[in-house]
């Protein structure tokens, strides 16, 4: 069974930086992509960042140029650095990965870490 913790989130001003990390337990996983989401209140979950197994990254345009996904395979740690933040920033992150398996895919999900920009 896949686990996901995440940490690091808090208040930070606008124009500050924050660390998030993402412990990860259960199943292989140097194999997984990994994703971060976030979810603002009042607003739907929306894709933040992914790297995949190969190290390959993909982000929101809104985050581009900003933000920064990597990942320690060692450590079972995905990790998102996030600079110049910005009030709209506001939202609770969470860790996301996927296994498949021979039933389907199972999708993982951490508890979330909230990050608060007060501008």
């Known amino acids: 069974q896949v686990q996901l913790v995440e940490s690091g989130g808090g208040l930070v001003q606008a124009g500050g930086s924050l660390r998030l990390s993402c412990a990860a337990s259960?199943?292989?996983?140097?194999?997984?992509?990994m994703n971060w989401y976030r979810q603002a209140p009042g607003k739907q979950r929306e894709l933040v960042a992914t790297?995949?197994?190969?190290?390959?990254?993909i982000y929101a345009d809104s985050v581009k140029g900003r933000f920064t996904i990597s990942r320690d395979n060692a450590k079972n740690m995905v990790y998102l650095q996030m600079n110049s933040l910005k009030f709209e920033d506001t939202a609770v992150y969470y860790c996301?990965?996927?296994?498949?398996?021979?039933?389907?895919?199972?999708?993982?999900w951490g508890q979330g870490t909230q990050v608060t920009v007060s501008s």
């Open positions: 996301r990965t996927t296994e498949s398996s021979y039933y389907g895919i199972n999708v993982y």
């Open positions: 259960g199943g292989i996983f140097s194999i997984r992509p």
């Open positions: 790297i995949t197994s190969g190290g390959s990254t």
